[in-house]
């Protein structure tokens, strides 16, 4: 079959080293059928080439090949949205089934194999102390009146009222505001406000059909509706990717601190963390506009990273996907520092971080979200000259 063979070629190309992330995603979600068992044993002797060929061969067996393209059917239409542009791929990836029996010590510049199922996922887990589970979809929404809705109790389809507007959860998980046919919004505006907290990401659809994925520990405020408004106007706190429905007669304007972004429809990213340095906005698709009260305006093309540092905005070309990855369920690493993949953690798994002694590392690479901390930190420490230990809730780390 057709799939037989491109998921052949697939485990040959990241057997020779050679598969790029957009693809190593797709071979994940494959992958994960798999019965990877056999891998977790900690008595092995074997070096990490013979373990990868012992897989490769699983991999190929007419059985597993037909288990992986039917789990690959069945989740074709998982994907929240298509992956804009391919990564350019990196030379050496590794199992994390098999660097957590084997302990292999390899260079910085990784890529990660995908997390077994769930069944063997926690397999590190079991052998510490305790653990952390990754964060999910959680939020609480804050009305107009003060009123505050936890967004994980609310019911599917259950309906929030406010003049002229209904809100209600998609059986997908997402919030969706709609203005009510014949009523029109309130003569003053009625401002909401959505926050993720910790290990918390969710997403919304504001009433003008415009989506917005929060990132963990972020918050957007925005009008209940646009309606009577020369301007789509929200404020953002943290991180959010947005895909902006198109309003020739509304501009869309993002605004945190002094600096905002305007589009009239479009899809970019704005990381605002507090503690994550100067604003960074990264369009994927269409045009946006970036604006200081106090200074000089930008434009970037589709492919853009624009911050404003030094008194002049520094626009660089970057790879979109990778921005977005969070989105998507995933961290990716392009030569990161490590401090700030471990702020990325802090944020992701509500644990706190001792700063004191982590060495200047960088790192490359590719891990799910869904995985637990002692998981990651694993592969990290693998991956590098590092050790990072969970005492309490703190990561700590030692040369």
């Known amino acids: 079959m057709e799939k037989d063979k491109y998921l052949q070629q697939l485990a040959e190309k990241w057997k020779n080293g050679t598969i790029s992330p957009a693809e190593q995603l797709e071979f994940n979600q494959w992958y994960d059928a798999f019965d990877d068992s056999m891998l977790e044993d900690p008595e092995t002797k074997e070096s990490a080439a013979e373990l990868k060929d012992r897989l490769y061969a699983r991999i190929l067996s007419r059985e597993n090949i037909a288990t992986a393209a039917e789990h690959a059917a069945q989740h074709h239409d998982a994907k929240v949205l298509p992956m804009p542009k391919a990564a350019k791929p990196i030379s050496f990836w590794i199992s994390i089934a098999a660097a957590a029996a084997i302990f292999i010590a390899i260079a910085a510049a990784l890529i990660f ?150 589009v009239l429809g479009t899809h970019f990213n704005v990381n605002a963390y507090s503690n994550e340095g100067p604003i960074k906005t990264t369009l994927l698709e269409g045009s946006v506009s970036l604006h200081l009260s106090n200074g000089p305006s930008a434009k970037l093309q589709p492919g853009e990273q624009a911050v404003f540092k030094d008194g002049k905005w520094n626009i660089k070309a970057v790879n979109a996907a990778d921005v977005i990855a969070w989105q998507k369920g995933n961290f990716v690493f392009n030569d990161e520092e490590l401090s700030s993949i471990l702020r990325q953690l802090e944020r992701w798994y509500g644990v706190q971080v001792d700063y004191s002694q982590v060495p200047d590392r960088k790192f490359s690479g590719v891990i799910s979200k869904n995985v637990y901390l002692s998981k990651v930190l694993k592969m990290l420490e693998l991956a590098g000259d590092v050790h990072l230990n969970l005492e309490g809730n703190t990561i700590k780390a030692a040369k």
Not at 145 to 158: F, I, P, R, Y
Not at 178 to 191: I, Q
Request: positive net charge; glycine residues 8%; without cysteine.
């Open 113 to 262: 194999l995908p997390p077994p199922k769930n069944n063997t996922v926690n397999t590190l887990a079991q052998n510490q102390a305790h653990d952390l589970k990754p964060g999910g979809q959680i939020a609480t929404l804050t009305l107009a009146d003060g009123h505050t809705v936890s967004l994980n109790q609310l019911k599917t389809a259950e309906l929030i009222e406010q003049t002229g507007i209904s809100i209600h959860k998609s059986k997908e998980g997402v919030l969706v505001y709609r203005v009510k046919n014949g009523k029109s919004a309130a003569l003053t505006p009625e401002f909401n406000t959505l926050s993720t907290p910790i290990g918390g990401t969710y997403q919304i659809e504001l009433p003008d059909g415009s989506k917005v994925w929060l990132n963990a520990a972020s918050s957007i405020r925005f009008p209940a509706s646009f309606e009577g408004l020369k301007e789509r106007k929200v404020e953002l706190k943290g991180e959010a990717y947005f895909e902006v429905a198109k309003d020739k007669t509304k501009p869309f304007k993002v605004s945190r601190n002094q600096q905002e972004v305007e």
